[in-house]
């Protein structure tokens, strides 16, 4: 880690080392401004426990529209981020074209999904709609009773903890000094962000401060009240299990499916792990893994894939999606002058990495709000005076 020293100026401050905004610094700092991130463990967060889909087809919900044009247009740039991460740091990020199947279990849920099918053509998505056993074709190992699905080969996957890896390296490559510590307080002077007190006691300075710290961003010491919403911590356990050569190929592609009302999904690595997520619990910042929800991510996975309790369990593990009120970004300049935010990525955050990278980079070395990002703008939910 590059060594800063208290009281040192740069152009770029980003408050949050996962993987927001670690590629914001990135992207940033290629640039040209002088950029330094402020973490306690770089590359942690929500990432580590992040199954790494890259769905935002089948992720999609109703009046979600803009959401769905910015994970596209991430998903659309993974490719090219994944193999540039790759050139440049020699590490693989796992990235792979695998698609998704989303299944129905029941007449209720194919119901369902042939109404959503049916909104994916509205919009002019690449969705197609399978019989069960045309699902079990493709997925042999798909339980018999499986009465149809999506198959949307546009949605991918990648490795988070690999993502997240690589972002770091990439980062000290190109010149991002990465400070470990944790910023306790943003110094305001005059009415504008200059800067941030550290847990070291340092004092750092910076024309311009990304507040890229997740579900906590809002709670920064020195942040005036009404800048940010509140971002709730969202708490999602996910288990990984191993696929023994013998099972293997034991799923092909990405394969979700709603169970009693609970979004199961699961994600083959092409190393031989398994990634089955996740619980959504509003459980406040409470990362504790639980009995239950270990056994009802099992139970919901046996549905779907009878098969899964001949894996061996290696990992059970709970991290906190950041959600905004509205469940979508906050991208952009906020209320206060030369403070940025990169925050409330909600079930989106490894998807839209590359994007916000992006998005937020043109914004600091230009001045102005790239159109993709205008619908995210921090100011939406700023009261509103009346006539």
């Known amino acids: 880690m590059t060594r800063i020293d208290s009281g040192v100026r740069t152009d770029v401050l980003v408050i949050g080392g996962g993987v927001i905004g670690l590629a914001v610094a990135w992207r940033t700092a290629q640039r040209g401004p002088s950029v330094v991130v402020v973490d306690p463990r770089h590359g942690g967060g929500a990432v580590q426990v992040a199954a790494g889909m890259l769905a935002p087809v089948t992720e999609l919900q109703y009046g979600e529209e803009p959401l769905l044009r910015l994970g596209m247009a991430s998903n659309a740039r993974y490719a090219e981020f ?12 796992g990235y792979r074209q695998t698609g ?123 942040l005036p009240a009404g800048v940010l919403p509140a971002i709730r911590p969202v708490k999602g356990q996910v288990l990984r299990l191993r696929i023994p050569p013998v099972y293997a190929p034991f799923l092909s592609r990405n394969v979700r499916a709603v169970v009693r009302g609970q979004h199961v999904y699961l994600v083959p690595r092409a190393d031989g792990e398994l990634v089955v997520g996740a619980t959504t619990e509003e459980q406040g910042y409470d990362t504790e893994v639980t009995a239950g929800g270990v056994y ?24 906190l999606r950041p959600g905004s009120p509205d469940n979508a970004p906050l991208l952009g300049p906020t209320a206060l002058p030369h403070l940025v935010a990169a925050t409330g990525h909600y079930r989106n955050g490894v998807l839209l990495t590359p994007v916000t990278g992006d998005l937020l980079a043109e914004y600091l070395t230009t001045g102005t709000v790239p159109g993709l990002a205008a619908p995210f703008s921090p100011d939406r939910f700023a009261p509103r005076a009346s006539a």
């Open 82 to 93: 994944a193999a540039e991460l790759t050139e440049l740091t020699g590490l693989d990020t």
């Open 100 to 222: 998704t199947l989303a299944v129905a279990l029941d007449s209720d849920d194919r119901e369902e999904l042939r109404e959503l099918h049916a909104f994916h053509r509205r919009l002019g998505l690449d969705s197609h709609w399978l019989t069960g056993r045309e699902c079990r074709k493709l997925e042999p190992m798909l339980a018999p009773g499986v009465r149809g699905g999506l198959h949307v080969t546009d949605d991918h996957q990648v490795d988070g903890r690999r993502l997240s890896e690589a972002l770091v390296l990439a980062c000290e490559k190109s010149g991002v000094g990465l400070h470990r510590a944790e910023a306790v307080e943003l110094l305001v002077e005059d009415g504008r962000a200059v800067g941030a007190r550290l847990s070291t006691g340092e004092e750092l300075f910076a024309d311009t401060v990304v507040l890229a710290a997740g579900s906590r961003s809002h709670l920064l010491p020195g």
């Open 296 to 319: 009802e991510l099992l139970r919901d996975a046996h549905e779907l894939v009878p098969g899964i309790t001949e894996l061996p369990l290696v990992e059970t593990n709970a991290g």
